[in-house]
């Protein structure tokens, strides 16, 4: 059984629509946490089991979960032009949050392994009506999702909407497995 990895965490600190698609992860399985920030999601595949590799710019938000035993955590700054940190490493689950850099999609979509999830939401165009981000280098075009996933991956669930919490945004969202053999 796993261990709880904070008494104090609450699984609502975890997108919602992240925690819906956490049990398609196939049992046990590693899962990447793209720009984890303060590690909500590492968190979340953390107490359901999986050992997590945690990756962003600066891992110093992620505090003590750093050294969770089934935690890899690495600083790298994935738009500076150097190469993918992880090599070929594949992944049950790639998890991404908040965070849009076009370049890594292929990436992603490589280091899937064959009955992977990727879970994605990010926020779209349109949301410069209420405030960051507004630059549209960080918003996803209409569809934007599913024509990176279209022929590559199942798509589960895919929603392109208006959300209210924690706060209004205009966001995308997709869950898609790779169903490669």
């Given at each position: 059984m796993?261990?709880p990895?904070?008494?104090?965490?609450?699984?609502?600190?975890?997108?919602?629509?992240?925690?819906?698609?956490?049990?398609l992860?196939?049992?046990?399985?590693?899962?990447l946490?793209?720009?984890?920030?303060a590690?909500?999601?590492?968190?979340l595949?953390?107490?359901r089991?999986?050992?997590?590799?945690?990756?962003?710019?600066?891992i110093?938000?992620?505090?003590e979960?750093?050294?969770h035993?089934?935690?890899?955590?690495?600083?790298?700054?994935?738009?500076?032009?150097e190469?993918?940190p992880?090599?070929?490493?594949?992944?049950a689950?790639?998890v991404v949050?908040?965070?849009?850099?076009r370049?890594l999609?292929?990436?992603?979509?490589?280091?899937?392994e064959?009955g992977?999830?990727?879970t994605?939401?990010?926020?779209a165009?349109?949301?410069?009506?209420?405030?960051?981000?507004?630059?549209?280098?960080?918003?996803l075009?209409?569809?934007?999702?599913?024509?990176?996933?279209?022929?590559?991956l199942h798509?589960?669930?895919?929603?392109?909407l208006?959300?209210?919490e924690?706060?209004?945004?205009?966001?995308q969202?997709?869950c898609?497995?790779?169903?490669?053999?």
């Amino acid at each position: 059984m796993p261990r709880p990895v904070d008494p104090h965490y609450s699984f609502t600190d975890a997108s919602r629509w992240i925690a819906r698609f956490a049990p398609l992860v196939p049992e046990g399985g590693r899962v990447l946490d793209v720009a984890c920030g303060a590690g909500r999601h590492s968190r979340l595949f953390l107490e359901r089991g999986h050992p997590v590799v945690a990756l962003d710019r600066d891992i110093s938000r992620l505090g003590e979960l750093r050294h969770h035993d089934a935690m890899c955590a690495i600083e790298a700054d994935l738009e500076n032009g150097e190469p993918w940190p992880l090599g070929d490493e594949q992944f049950a689950a790639i998890v991404v949050a908040n965070y849009l850099y076009r370049p890594l999609f292929p990436v992603f979509l490589d280091r899937l392994e064959p009955g992977g999830v990727l879970t994605y939401e990010t926020f779209a165009m349109g949301n410069e009506r209420f405030g960051k981000p507004s630059n549209p280098a960080f918003l996803l075009d209409d569809g934007e999702l599913l024509e990176i996933v279209r022929d590559k991956l199942h798509v589960i669930a895919y929603e392109a909407l208006e959300i209210t919490e924690p706060k209004p945004a205009l966001v995308q969202r997709i869950c898609a497995t790779n169903d490669r053999t």
